[in-house]
């Protein structure tokens, strides 16, 4: 059964260092979106992409991240200059273009610890 | 706004009990509602959905959801309860209009199953 993949799987960066979260979709799939999840809190949204563009974006999402698909497969997040408050799990999740009832398949996450 | 509302922190059932993990949501127009599963330093699992149509939604593992427009819910079900149950389940919605496709999750219920 096909896979989102993440990598890494974990990642310690220095605050206010760069830091950029790949994944790879779901070879059919055309949407993507990134969430996080802040340790023992709710899955948040980050931001979706579809067609090289932002679709949309949450409030967390400010001028210090980015995403892009660089080599039509690859899908990542750029932190630019990483905070304390970045520390969470970061998941990717893809789904087909058949409409928005389609299920958003989620990677396994990259671990994030800023110190 | 959408949101979703998870009362359970944790739910604690034998196994060969049935289980129910609670879940009730607010959203504009109708819903697309989704259970998901996640397991200890895993991503998140997608258990089920419901979009249209039946109330009771079946899906992977023996899990089912019911529907219930009246009262906002989407209850998370199963008859019998296995130990390999045990992990953190989230309901997520979206709403069935509109361009933006971004799940909104609940906070999470731990389930834990004992022999």
């Known amino acids: 059964e096909p896979e989102v993949t993440q990598t890494p799987s974990h990642q310690v960066t220095q605050m206010g260092q760069e830091v950029i979260l790949r994944c790879v979709p779901i070879s059919n799939h055309l949407y993507f979106y990134w969430y996080r999840q802040i340790l023992g809190q709710k899955v948040e949204f980050l931001v979706s992409?579809?067609?090289?563009?932002?679709?949309?974006k949450s409030e967390i999402f400010d001028d210090q991240f980015s995403v892009e698909r660089p080599d039509g497969s690859n899908f990542t997040l750029k932190i630019r200059s990483t905070k304390l408050e970045d520390s969470a799990m970061y998941f990717c999740?893809?789904?087909?273009?058949?409409?928005?009832?389609?299920?958003?398949?989620f990677g396994p996450g990259t671990r994030l610890l800023v110190l | 706004a959408q949101s979703v509302a998870q009362p359970e922190d944790q739910v604690n059932v034998a196994e060969g009990n049935p289980l129910t993990v609670k879940c009730t949501y607010s959203?504009?127009?109708?819903?697309?509602l989704f259970w998901y599963v996640q397991y200890p330093n895993r991503g998140l699992q997608f258990l089920l959905k419901?979009?249209?149509?039946?109330?009771l939604v079946k899906g992977s593992y023996g899990f089912e959801a019911e529907f219930n427009k009246s009262q906002t819910s989407f209850h998370l079900k199963k008859p019998s309860a296995l130990v390999s149950d045990s992990a953190l389940y989230f309901c997520a919605v979206r709403p069935n209009t509109g361009t933006a496709s971004k799940l909104t999750f609940g906070t999470g219920t731990r389930l834990q199953v004992t022999l």
């Open positions: 419901y979009i249209t149509g039946d109330n």
């Open positions: 992409f579809y067609n090289n563009e932002i679709s949309e």
């Open positions: 999740a893809t789904r087909t273009s058949g409409g928005s009832q389609e299920t958003q398949y």
């Open positions: 959203v504009s127009g109708n819903p697309y």
